[in-house]
């Protein structure tokens, strides 16, 4: 991360299993991130805090037999 000091991280994550016919389950989640890093400043005596956020939506489906 170019020398960037990480200071909070947090990624909630909410997501469910549907059975599919009988040998199938569908797994769809929603997760949210959301990130504060130092960054660099032009001053010494200044501080500056970056903010990122994503929304991130996953499907995954397993086929069992």
Excluded: D, E, H
Aim: proline letters at 6%; hydrophobic letters at 45%.
């Amino acid at each position: 991360m170019c020398n960037r000091k990480l200071l909070l991280p947090a990624c909630p994550r909410i997501g469910a299993n549907f059975m599919v016919g009988r040998s199938g389950v569908l797994t769809p989640a929603l997760s949210y991130q959301y990130t504060t890093m130092n960054a660099p400043s032009v001053s010494s005596t200044v501080t500056t805090v970056a903010l990122t956020s994503a929304v991130q939506f996953n499907v995954g489906y397993t086929a069992m037999w």
